[in-house]
């Protein structure tokens, strides 16, 4: 079999696959889906195009994904994301080879330039005949904003100038749209139209979708996968406590014990940040300007200061706020010589990294590829990881398996969703129900050894719940 497909070199398929094999043994939600929907094949006819960071555990997801019936065609949803082997080994499929490629198309790898990056999106929603693609799954929101927005663009005839305020990103993307518009000016409108539903894997990317459906524009249905129980307070805490410091080491290789930590948000993102740092023997400093996080982060022993008052003691900075210019080049100004400075939230705009390029006679030297030393005409320098990007899959590989495969869960349960019971669904963000959320998390628990205590008939009755769940009301907050 053949098709198009763009990775860095398929030479390096069977070092991926070895990964892939040892991480489905590390995922033991995605495996147990496809036990349980193998033969049904719920999603037979699903024509999934999936704009998520093209990792090993991604990899797992996707073959999950055809696994239950549906065709997949993919992208990362960051440039410098993506696992160049595992992209070669999902091209090839388990049982393919070079010459004969089973697997399906995948249009990424590590480094992309933006207009790549762009292109490869477009890709993923290009698909041959024009049969497809019926269902995304979005990592961030930018296959969903290349199709609505270039829907909206095309019916006002024009896509608005770009103006000083666009992100490079922006301005790459509205260059995309033009571009199409010319060669196929209702491109987006008839790939808007197949769309039976998107489903959001993180804060950023919903954010976007509660935006979109306020705003009326949202003209298919959402499932914010994000706010799952068991992906937000599972992959954003517990992946980023691991992730974060691997980036770190692999980047830096510092000595994190006793050197001054500043994390910016303390969400579930920042507090799996600063258990790592703090686990490693930093003294940690956080920002908030939330209250309430603040006030969680003090209870938990933490120094909370404001990032101006702070920012000539840190020794590493990180970003998790999913906000932008949080580190201003005026920052970075003041900062100690050969501070770190990170960002793990999903765009690179927590930094201002246009504003420090800007900076008169700075000078910037490569250390290796995603490690880049700024130095200031007084010889003073920082180091920034990933150029601003998110640095646990920039500088690292990400989450491991097992937290994924509860994010990756809860993903394929939600494609189910929308693709067989879209009738039931109006244009709306939607997350998943309870009990299918305890699934998850039930999915998860053998692996681990973990023995669960069974209400009986009567404790169940006195609690109000079923004996098989769901335990909490909605409004609990674990
Ligand atoms: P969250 O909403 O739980 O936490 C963000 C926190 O930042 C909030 O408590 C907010 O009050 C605080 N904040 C906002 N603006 C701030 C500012 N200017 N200064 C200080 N604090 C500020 O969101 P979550 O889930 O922690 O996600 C954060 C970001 O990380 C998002 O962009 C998300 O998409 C991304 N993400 C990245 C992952 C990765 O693997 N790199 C994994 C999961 C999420």
């Known amino acids: 079999m053949s098709f ?15 990964q892939i094999r040892l991480a489905e043994h590390e995922m033991p939600g995605l495996m147990s889906l496809r036990e349980e929907f193998g033969a049904s094949q719920p999603l037979a006819g699903a024509k999934i195009a999936g704009s998520l960071h093209m990792t090993v555990q991604t990899a797992v997801l996707i073959e999950t994904l055809t696994a239950l019936g549906a065709e997949v065609r993919w ?34 790898w590590k480094g992309e330039t933006l207009e790549e990056y762009w292109s490869c999106t477009e890709q993923i929603l290009t698909w041959p005949g024009n049969d497809g693609p019926n269902m995304i799954l979005d990592d961030g929101g930018d296959a969903t904003m290349l199709v609505l927005k270039g829907r909206q663009w095309e019916e006002a005839g024009q896509v608005p100038p770009t103006t000083e305020d666009d992100a490079e990103e922006f301005t790459v993307f509205k260059a995309l749209v033009r571009r199409t518009m010319e060669s196929d000016p209702t491109k987006w409108t008839e790939i808007a139209k197949q769309i039976k539903g998107v489903t959001e894997e993180t804060t950023t990317g919903v954010h976007r979708l509660y935006q979109l459906a306020e705003a ?43 050197k001054v930590a500043v994390v910016c948000g303390y969400g579930d993102v920042g507090k799996g940040c600063v258990e790592s740092l703090a686990g490693q023997g930093a003294r940690v400093i956080v920002t908030e300007i939330d209250p309430i996080c603040a006030l969680q982060a003090s209870m938990e022993g933490y120094q909370v200061a404001r990032l101006e008052d702070v920012v000539g003691q840190g020794d590493i900075f990180v970003t998790t706020t999913g906000c932008y210019d949080v580190i201003t080049a005026e920052h970075m100004a003041q900062m100690k010589n050969k501070a770190i400075v990170a960002n793990i939230g999903h765009f690179d705009n927590e930094i201002d990294m246009a504003g420090l390029a800007r900076t008169e006679g700075i000078t910037k030297t490569e250390i290796k590829p995603q490690v880049h030393e700024w130095t200031y005409p007084d010889g003073r320098s920082i180091i920034v990881l990933s150029e601003g990007r998110l640095m646990n899959l920039g500088n690292a590989t990400g989450h491991p398996s097992f937290v994924m495969s509860n994010s990756f869960a809860n993903q394929t349960i939600a494609q189910i969703e929308i693709f067989t019971k879209t009738d039931e669904y109006a244009n709306e963000v939607y997350t998943l129900p309870k009990h299918l959320d305890e699934k998850v998390a039930r999915l998860h628990l053998d692996a681990l050894g ?29």
């Not at 198009?4 to 070895?18: C, Q």
């Not at 406590?241 to 000595?255: F, M, P, Q």
């Not at 209400?455 to 909490?472: C, R, T």
């Open 4 to 18: 198009d497909y763009k990775v860095a070199d398929l030479g390096l398929a069977e070092a991926g696959r070895h």
């Open 75 to 108: 992208a990362s949803c960051n440039i410098y994301s993506t696992q160049d082997e595992a992209a070669a080994a999902v091209v090839v499929g388990p049982n393919g080879s070079a010459d004969d490629l089973q697997g399906v198309p995948v249009f990424a």
């Open 216 to 258: 009326g524009e949202l003209i298919f249905p959402a499932i914010n996968v994000n706010d799952s129980v068991t992906k937000s307070k599972f992959d954003n805490k517990y992946g980023c406590r691991h992730s974060l410091i691997d980036g770190l080491n692999r980047a830096t290789d510092v000595l994190i014990g006793g």
């Open 450 to 478: 973990v023995e669960l205590t069974e209400l009986s008939k009567a404790q169940a009755e006195y609690l109000g719940v079923d004996v098989a769940g769901p335990y909490k009301p909605e409004h609990y907050r674990y």
